[in-house]
């Protein structure tokens, strides 16, 4: 069955280090990849997305992730956290096939120490 | 421009009433969705509009729940005899479907909470 795993459901880091946030797909083609961000009390906010090229995407915030096709993953990643950055993260995907169906992760939520 | 814009922003009511939630979209976009949060918990897809025709209904969780769209405009959501597992904040999206470019701008979500 097509799904999307964030494997983490919580991580907590410190202020100042490097952060990865893992996505992983189950489809059987490349689809569109997103990532969300939600912060408390708001909504979701796009961070980053992956369509087609290089498989390595800037978003907004200093984040960034990579695609990889052999690993089915396309995990998030930060080299400082700031505090203003503890959020909820969704990762989604979009069928190339039918590209308005939008799935979405489980969401990892994430906690930033000082 | 404006973003999407939801009301009523919190919603609360008593088991068994009917409630209606409103969307409307960024100008402009053609498909339009909804979506359940129960808290602390993903984002649980509904129904999604292209235009004012439903092609995806199947997250609706029940006969309760239904949602109509006006031409490429306002969409409201309505949940009839309310349950208290209805409880959960509902967020509405809208984008602009052309192929690869499916970005979804959600809403700040209605939180309902049913006694």
């Known amino acids: 069955a097509q799904s999307v795993t964030q494997p983490d459901i919580h991580i907590t880091v410190s202020e100042g280090a490097s952060l990865e946030l893992r996505c992983n797909y189950s489809y059987g083609a490349t689809p569109y990849l997103f990532w969300y961000v939600q912060s408390p009390g708001q909504g979701l906010q796009l961070l980053l997305k992956y369509f087609s090229g290089d498989t390595l995407v800037q978003g907004i915030k200093g984040f960034e992730a990579e695609f990889k096709r052999s690993q089915s993953s396309f995990n998030l990643r930060k080299p400082s956290v700031h505090w203003s950055d503890a959020a909820e993260y969704f990762c989604a995907v979009a069928l190339k096939t039918s590209y308005d169906k939008v799935i979405f992760g489980p969401g990892t939520s994430l906690s930033v120490i000082p | 421009g404006a973003g999407v814009s939801q009301s009523p922003s919190n919603k609360v009511t008593e088991k068994g009433k009917d409630v209606e939630l409103r969307c409307d979209p960024i100008?402009?976009?053609?498909?339009l969705y909804w979506y359940r949060q129960r808290l602390g918990q993903g984002l649980e897809f509904l129904i999604y509009f292209q235009g004012n025709s439903a092609p995806d209904k199947s997250g609706l969780p029940s006969d309760r729940f239904s949602a109509e769209r006006t031409g490429e405009s306002v969409s409201t959501l309505t949940i009839q005899r309310t349950q208290q597992e209805d409880s959960a904040v509902y967020l509405c999206?809208?984008?602009?479907?052309?192929?690869?470019?499916?970005?979804?701008?959600f809403g700040p979500g209605t939180r309902l909470t049913v006694l």
């Open positions: 999206a809208s984008s602009l479907i052309r192929t690869g470019h499916n970005e979804q701008f």
């Open positions: 100008s402009g976009h053609t498909a």
